[in-house]
Structure formats: structure tokens, C-alpha cells
């Protein structure tokens, strides 16, 4: 059955909008007009893409008169969109609503039409008969690995709407990490672009109109007013060169470092640098024992869980780690044995997993290492913070005495020889 995205004017006249299946574009018309809305345009959504054939109501299609959805193109889904998703059909799914009627709810009540035409292809394929996790599976951008298999084993189980609960709560929880993460940033980051800014503009500006009088006179300047002049001169002169060559250097990086092995040694080094270093291990591990812990509560195997769990840790050093230990399950160790081998894992972590392990209690334990080490990186966000703005503080505070100063001292010989 055809899934429509469609437009029109209610009874009142206001503007809706809306996604639904029906037989053709004349059902779509009819059942939507019982319901009081008008149709001024539809776009069909056709399987294998979300190619839109749009037209107005009553208006032959023409491949000349299709139209380019460039908003629908650049829209994404974002992740708390995903959550909030997540938990509303839970709740549907638990007050006793069928799963096809609840994917269609949600897909006509959403405001991202992409979303949208998403749920929608989705609910179409669980009416054809197909299981919710696999339909889920034909959009890995939007509903990774982990969620699907967290909701096939659902499915398998019985309890859905108990794992879709779960998956929400785990989902709201990594959004809540990211973003104080991101928000406790961004003050220094800003810092460092505003700061940059500002030398640019002295450099190019101010200092030329000041060093061009010592220039004049022909005397034997200091080093630190040569090299201010010398900055100065080759930031004015040569900035497009500048930005090419950064914008080069940093591509090339970029290239590198997604290699297999750049991107080792970038994440080996990620863990040794002072301040960074500790943040990085402990969102891993959080991470991981967040996932970990969602997984296995779902009924997830424990070795498909621990692979899935690899891929969320952004590390390919404690990905390693994962990973051996999933090979040392095989064999028939503990998880906690491998985790402690390595090295990698803060020892009070390894020391609760085996805890856990011995008394049966693994996902409840792992539940409160991800709680506790979500706590621990938001006081190590906060400490880096704390050190960081007074430290951009003082580098900024430096630049500017070193080129005040590069300035002064020519003028105090000028009137030293003079007197």
C-alpha cells in the first residue's frame, strides 16, 4: 500500500500536515475529506527511497511539475527525537494499542517530515507482516544496531513495550552526557575563536600602522618587535595562504587519523594527555556499562551485546579491550578477568563488574558503574572547565603584553639615545 505525505486546510482553514497509507490518491483524498481536511497537495513515498512525486489535488502528474524537496533533503533526525519516540510508543504499546496503529499515530503527530515519512515506511512493512526490528533495521542512520536488537529481543520476548521503556531511558541518558559535555565546552571554545579573532585584527590592522614608523628610521630594532613585524607582514600579506594550508593540514589529519592506524595512535594519545585523558576513559567506561547494562536487562546474548557494546565506545584502544573480552567469554572467563588484564579499565569498575558477576547481579551492577562514572565525568568536565578559561585567560593576556610591549621597547630607546 503507497504511504502519502501530504498537505491541506482543515474545517477552520489553518494549515496541516500529515503522512498516511492509503490505495491511491483518490482514498487518500476521500478518507482524509471525511475527516474535514482538504487536500492541496500530496507526495507519494515510494519503496526503496523517499523519492516524492509532488503534485496539487487534482493535478496530472508530470515529470516536469515534480517537485524538489530541498528542506526534506537537509532534514535530519535528531536523537532525542528518536527517544521521545521510543518512550511514546512504549506507553501506546502498553495500554493495549496495536503496534501498526501506534507506528501510524506517532507518524501523523511528528513535526520532522522525514521522521515522518520513516515511521511511515515502517508501519507499512509491519502491516505487510514483517517484524518491527527489521523494518527498524532498513534505517541504520536513524535506529542503530543496539536499538534493533534491543527490540528483536523484545519481540522474541514478549515484553516490547518493557525494552522500548528501557531503550528510552538509556537513550535519554547518553543525550543528558553528551550535552553537559558539549555545554561545558563550549565557553572555552568560544574563547579560543573570539581570541583568535581578535589577534587576526591587530596583526593585520593595528600593528602595520605602528611598526611601519620603526621601519622608517632605519635603526637596529629588538628581536621581539622584528618577529612581531615579521608575523604581522605575513598574516596581512599571505592570510589566504594561511587558511588554504590550515585547511589543508586539517583535511589531511582528518584522512589519517580515520585510517586503521592514524586513528590508533590518535586515540592511544587521547588517553595520556593530562585533563583530556581521564574525561575520555570515563565516558568510555560509562559508555560501556550504560549499554552493557541495557543490553543484557533486554535479553540480549551477552557476546552479541559486547559487540554491539564495542561500537559505541569511539575508541579503538578500549574497543580492543571489549573485544578480547568477548573472545575470552568464548573460552569461558568472566568478563571482569579481561577488563582487569588490560589495564584500560579503572580497577574500581573491574573490581564491581566481578562483584556483580559472582552474585548474579551483573546488570544492576553495571547500572550503578554508569551512574557513578556519569557523575565522576561531570566533575572532570567541571574541573577542566575551571582550568581551562583562566588558562585561555592568561595565553590571550600574554599575546597582548607581547605585542604592547614589541611596540614600547623601540619607542623607550628612541628616548633613551635621545636624552
Same mark, same amino acid.
Given at each position: 500500500m503507497p504511504v502519502y505525505s501530504w498537505k491541506g486546510l482543515n474545517t477552520d482553514g489553518k494549515s496541516v500536515t500529515g503522512t498516511r497509507d492509503a490505495d491511491g490518491a483518490k482514498a487518500l483524498r476521500q478518507a482524509l475529506r471525511r475527516e474535514g481536511i482538504f487536500i492541496?497537495?500530496?507526495?507519494? @513515498?515510494? +519503496?526503496?527511497?523517499?523519492r516524492a512525486a509532488a503534485r496539487t489535488s487534482g493535478e496530472k502528474e508530470s515529470v516536469f511539475k515534480r517537485e524538489i524537496d530541498l528542506a526534506g533533503m537537509l532534514e535530519r533526525v535528531r536523537p532525542q527525537e528518536v527517544a521521545a519516540f521510543t518512550r511514546q510508543l512504549a506507553t501506546l504499546i502498553k495500554a493495549g494499542i496495536p503496534l501498526a496503529e501506534a507506528l501510524g499515530a506517532l +507518524?501523523?503527530?511528528?513535526?520532522?517530515?522525514?521522521? #515522518?515519512?520513516?515511521?511511515?515506511?515502517i508501519r507499512q512493512k509491519v502491516n505487510e507482516g514483517g517484524a518491527l526490528a527489521d523494518a527498524l533495521g532498513a534505517h541504520p542512520a536513524i535506529f542503530q544496531d543496539l536499538y534493533t536488537n534491543m527490540v528483536r529481543s523484545g519481540e522474541a520476548a514478549g515484553n516490547l513495550d518493557a525494552v522500548l521503556a528501557r531503550l528510552a531511558d538509556f537513550l535519554d541518558a547518553q543525550h543528558t552526557l553528551r550535552s553537559k559535555v558539549s555545554s561545558a565546552l563550549t565557553y572555552p571554545i568560544i574563547?579560543? @575563536?573570539?581570541? /583568535? @579573532? *581578535?589577534?587576526?585584527?591587530?596583526?593585520?590592522?593595528?600593528?602595520? =600602522?605602528?611598526t611601519s614608523i620603526f #621601519?622608517?628610521?632605519? =635603526? /637596529?630594532?629588538?628581536?621581539? /618587535? #622584528?618577529?612581531?613585524i615579521f608575523t604581522s607582514e605575513l598574516v596581512g600579506s599571505y592570510w589566504w595562504a594561511l587558511i588554504i594550508l590550515g585547511g589543508l593540514g586539517y583535511w589531511g589529519y582528518r584522512r589519517w587519523s580515520r585510517k586503521p592506524k592514524g586513528r590508533a595512535t590518535v586515540d592511544r594519545l587521547r588517553l595520556k594527555l593530562p585533563l583530556i585523558g581521564p574525561l575520555v576513559r570515563y565516558v568510555g567506561v560509562a559508555r560501556f556499562a550504560r549499554t552493557l547494562a541495557t543490553m543484557l536487562a533486554a535479553g540480549v546474548p551477552v557476546?552479541? +551485546?559486547?559487540? *554491539?557494546? =564495542?561500537? @559505541?565506545?569511539?575508541?579503538? $584502544?578500549?574497543? =580492543?579491550?571489549?573485544?578480547d573480552a568477548r573472545d575470552a567469554i568464548r573460552e569461558?572467563?568472566? *568478563? +571482569?578477568?579481561?577488563?582487569?588484564?588490560?589495564? #584500560?579499565?579503572?580497577?574500581?569498575?573491574?573490581?564491581m563488574v566481578s562483584v556483580g558477576e559472582r552474585s548474579g547481579q551483573l546488570e544492576a551492577m553495571l547500572e550503578n558503574v554508569a551512574t557513578a562514572y556519569e557523575r565522576d565525568v561531570e566533575g572532570k568536565v567541571a574541573?577542566?572547565?575551571? $582550568?581551562?578559561?583562566?588558562?585561555l585567560i592568561v595565553c590571550m593576556a600574554l599575546a597582548v603584553v607581547f605585542i604592547v610591549f614589541s611596540v614600547l621597547q623601540p619607542i623607550m630607546d628612541m628616548q633613551n639615545f635621545v636624552q
Open positions: 492541496t497537495e500530496h507526495r507519494e @513515498v515510494l +519503496a526503496g527511497g523517499q +507518524a501523523e503527530q511528528g513535526e520532522n517530515k522525514k521522521f #515522518q515519512r520513516v515511521l511511515a515506511e574563547m579560543v @575563536v573570539l581570541g /583568535t @579573532v *581578535i589577534m587576526g585584527v591587530l596583526m593585520v590592522v593595528v600593528v602595520p =600602522k605602528i #621601519q622608517d628610521m632605519g =635603526k /637596529t630594532l629588538p628581536w621581539n /618587535t #622584528q618577529l612581531l557476546l552479541s +551485546a559486547l559487540e *554491539i557494546t =564495542k561500537k @559505541v565506545l569511539n575508541n579503538t $584502544v578500549l574497543e =580492543k579491550v571489549v573485544e569461558g572467563e568472566s *568478563i +571482569a578477568t579481561p577488563l582487569k588484564r588490560s589495564g #584500560q579499565f579503572p580497577s574500581l569498575m573491574v573490581h574541573r577542566l572547565t575551571t $582550568v581551562l578559561s583562566p588558562l
